[in-house]
C-alpha cells in the first residue's frame, strides 16, 4: 500500500485527508484513517489556519523580492518589443503585430500600463511606432516606471501560480504544498524570469493553473472540471509555443491514469467526453484571447518584421496570428542561433546544453534535495515497500519531454527556455518528502528541510541580481560566465551604470552595450576601441565572452588578461585604464600564462570571489 497522502490522491473518488502529518497516517483495510494525534475539529482549523498563514506569507515574500527586482533593473534586450507590442494591442486590437510573441503576455502587460495611466490611445499600429511613442527619447525616470507598470502584471501572475502550486502540492500533504510554494517562491530561475515583461515565466505560471485543474479532474472526472483542464491549457498555448508539448503529454498520461482506476462509471463514451470537453474549451480560450480572429496564413514569412507593410493574406483559419507566431518559432528554432557554452559558440548548439545549464542554475540546495529524494525511493525498494511510481511518471513525463525537445533545437539561449517545466518538477521535488521520512525518520526530514533551506539563502543572497545567478559549482556570478552567458546579462544593469557613470563624474565610456535604450537611461559612451588606449571601458559581460553586436571577437582581448576592476550588477566589467596599465597589460600578454578572459576560449584560471573588484 502506498502512504496515505499518496494513496488519497492516487486513488480515484477517494477522499483526501483534511489535515494530516504527511507521512505517518495509517491505513486500515485500505481506508485513510485520522493521525492518532488529531483532537477533533478544532485542531484540524487551527492547522489548516497556519498552513493558509504560511502559504499567504511566501506570497509576500515573493511579492517583495520580485518587485524590488523590477523596480531595479532597467529592460533587457527583448522588453522593448514585448512592451511596444502590447500598447499597439491595447490601442488597435493588432494580433499579427509581433505574432511571433503570443498574445496573453502582452495582454497582460497593456492592462497593467492602462491601469498605471500610460498613454496607449496613440501608440500606433506597429511596435516601432509604439516605440518611438513611449520609449525612444523617454528620459529614465519615466522609462523605470513604464517598464515597471508592465512588469507589474508578470509579478502578480507569478504571485498567484505560487499560491496555485501550493494547492496542488497539498494533495501529496500539506506540509508537502508549503514546500513546493517555497521552491516556487525562491527558485533564482522563476525570481529572474517573474520579474520581467517577457514571456517565459507567464508560460510557467499557467502550467500551474494546468497542474492543479488537471489534478482536480483526476480526482473527480466531470465536464466542468475538465473544461478548465481545456481553458488553463488555452492560456497556456497564448504564453509559449514549446509548452503546448504538455497536450499529448497529458493526453497520454490522463488516459493510463484513469483507465488505470478501473472505474465502472468512466466508460469509452465518458473518456471521449471527457477529452472532447477539454479540447473544445483550449481552442475556445485560445481563439477567445485572440478576439475571435479569423484569417489567412502565410507559411513563407510568417510574422513578418514591419507587420503593416505585409498585408495579411485571404483565408478562413482561426486566430491566425498564433498560428504563424508557431510557424515563426519552429522556423527560428530551426534556422539557429549564437549560442553560448563552456567558452565556445555554436550555431547549432549542443545536445547537452539543458542539461548544463541545470547543473550550473539550479541551487546545490535542490539539487541535493532531489539526491536525496532519490536516494529514499531505492530504499523502499531495497525494503520491499512500495514507491509511488505513478506519482513520479506523472509528474516528470512533461519535464523529460520538453527537455529532450528544445535539446534537439538550434536555439538555446539560457535555462528559462525550461520553466514550463519547472513546476511538475518541484512537484516531484518537494513531494520527496513523504519518500524521506519513511526511508529515514526524523533525521531524513531534518536534513531535507535543511537542503531546502540552503537553496533558499543560496538564491536571495543574490538578490536583486537574479538573472546572474549561478551555483557555486560554477563559482557565483563571478565564474559563471565563462560557462553560460547568453540571457544571464540580458542588458538589465544600464540604469545602475548610467548611476555609476553619474556618481563618479565620468564624462564618457567606453561602452560595448547590450539591448537597447543605454541612452535613454542615460548612458554616455563611445566605441570600443580594439587597439590598447587609455580610459574608462563598461563591457557587458556577454559581449565579451560571447561578442556579437558591440565586439569583434578578440577585440579587447588586450584588456581582458586581467580581471575586471569593478562589476556592476555583476553584469558589465569596468576597467580603468592609464599608461602604466597598458604598458602592463602588453607585458603581461607577452609573457603568456592564466588570464583573465580570451576569446579564443575559457580562461585558464577560474575567477574567485576576490577576483574583479567590488560589485554594485
Not at 189 to 199: E, I, P, R
Request: with cysteine; proline share 6%; charged share 15%.
Amino acid at each position: 500500500m502506498l502512504p496515505a497522502p499518496l494513496a488519497a490522491w492516487t486513488s480515484l473518488g477517494q477522499p483526501r485527508p483534511a489535515s494530516q502529518a504527511d507521512a505517518r497516517d495509517v491505513q486500515v483495510a485500505g481506508q485513510v484513517q485520522p493521525p492518532v494525534e488529531m483532537t477533533g475539529a478544532p485542531a484540524r482549523r487551527r492547522a489548516t489556519l497556519a498552513y493558509v498563514a504560511g502559504a499567504i506569507a511566501l506570497a509576500l515574500l515573493q511579492t517583495a523580492l520580485l518587485a524590488r527586482t523590477a523596480w531595479d533593473k532597467s529592460d533587457t534586450a527583448d522588453e522593448t518589443r514585448y512592451v511596444s507590442s502590447a500598447a499597439v494591442l491595447w490601442a488597435t486590437r493588432s494580433f499579427r503585430d509581433l505574432c511571433e510573441a503570443p498574445v496573453l503576455p502582452k495582454w497582460g502587460f497593456a492592462v497593467a500600463l492602462a491601469a498605471a495611466g500610460t498613454p496607449l490611445a496613440t501608440a500606433g499600429s506597429t511596435w516601432q511606432d509604439a516605440m518611438a511613442h513611449l520609449i525612444r527619447g523617454q528620459p529614465a525616470e519615466v522609462l523605470r516606471k513604464t517598464f515597471f507598470a508592465a512588469r507589474t502584471a508578470t509579478v502578480a501572475v507569478v504571485v498567484l501560480a505560487g499560491l496555485l502550486l501550493w494547492r496542488a502540492g497539498a494533495r501529496f500533504g500539506p506540509r508537502v504544498g508549503l514546500i513546493a510554494q517555497a521552491l516556487w517562491c525562491f527558485s533564482p530561475t522563476v525570481l529572474a524570469n517573474g520579474s520581467l515583461a517577457a514571456l517565459d515565466a507567464w508560460s510557467a505560471a499557467l502550467m500551474c493553473a494546468v497542474v492543479l485543474t488537471a489534478m482536480r479532474t483526476l480526482e473527480r472526472p466531470t465536464l466542468p472540471r475538465a473544461a478548465l483542464v481545456g481553458c488553463a491549457a488555452g492560456g497556456l498555448a497564448a504564453t509559449k509555443v514549446t509548452a503546448l508539448l504538455v497536450v499529448p503529454v497529458g493526453a497520454v498520461l490522463a488516459a493510463w491514469w484513469l483507465l488505470g482506476a478501473r472505474d465502472v462509471r468512466l466508460t469509452t463514451g465518458r473518456l471521449a467526453a471527457l477529452a472532447g470537453v477539454t479540447v473544445a474549451a483550449l481552442l475556445a480560450t485560445l481563439w477567445a484571447l485572440y478576439g475571435f480572429s479569423v484569417g489567412g496564413v502565410d507559411p513563407s514569412d510568417p510574422c513578418p518584421f514591419l507587420a503593416d507593410a505585409a498585408p495579411a493574406p485571404a483565408g478562413a483559419w482561426p486566430f491566425p496570428a498564433w498560428i504563424e507566431g508557431a510557424l515563426f518559432q519552429f522556423r527560428h528554432a530551426r534556422a539557429g542561433h549564437a549560442n553560448y557554452l563552456f567558452g565556445e559558440t555554436s550555431e547549432s548548439g549542443w545536445w547537452w546544453f539543458y542539461l548544463a545549464a541545470l547543473a550550473l542554475k539550479v541551487t546545490i540546495g535542490a539539487q541535493a534535495m532531489a539526491l536525496l529524494r532519490i536516494a529514499a525511493d531505492l530504499v523502499l525498494v531495497a525494503r520491499g515497500e512500495p514507491v509511488d511510481r505513478r506519482s513520479t511518471v506523472a509528474l516528470l513525463a512533461f519535464p523529460a519531454v520538453l527537455l529532450v525537445a528544445i535539446s534537439a533545437g538550434r536555439h538555446q539561449p539560457n535555462v528559462s527556455f525550461l520553466l514550463p517545466a519547472v513546476p511538475l518538477a518541484i512537484l516531484w521535488l518537494a513531494s520527496g518528502l513523504v519518500s524521506v521520512e519513511r526511508a529515514f525518520a526524523r533525521v531524513g526530514r531534518i536534513v531535507y528541510l535543511g537542503l531546502l533551506g540552503a537553496a533558499i539563502v543560496e538564491s536571495v543572497r543574490l538578490h536583486p541580481h537574479h538573472l546572474m545567478f549561478y551555483n557555486l559549482w560554477a563559482g557565483g556570478p563571478l565564474g559563471g560566465p565563462r560557462y553560460l552567458i547568453q540571457r544571464e546579462d540580458w542588458g538589465q544593469d544600464k540604469r545602475r551604470l548610467a548611476e555609476w557613470q553619474r556618481e563618479n563624474r565620468i564624462e564618457h565610456l567606453f561602452y560595448a552595450g547590450y539591448g537597447p535604450n543605454a541612452a535613454e537611461w542615460g548612458v554616455v559612451g563611445e566605441t570600443v576601441p580594439c587597439e590598447p588606449t587609455e580610459g574608462v571601458y563598461a563591457l557587458h559581460a556577454v559581449e565579451v565572452h560571447r561578442p556579437r553586436f558591440a565586439l569583434a571577437p578578440g577585440c579587447v582581448d588586450w584588456l581582458t588578461v586581467e580581471p575586471p576592476d569593478e562589476r556592476i550588477g555583476y553584469s558589465i566589467y569596468v576597467y580603468r585604464v592609464d599608461a602604466a596599465r597598458v604598458a602592463r597589460l602588453a607585458k603581461r600578454r607577452r609573457a603568456g600564462g592564466e588570464v583573465f578572459w580570451q576569446s579564443a576560449g575559457a580562461a585558464s584560471r577560474n575567477a574567485g570571489a576576490t577576483d574583479g573588484g567590488p560589485v554594485r
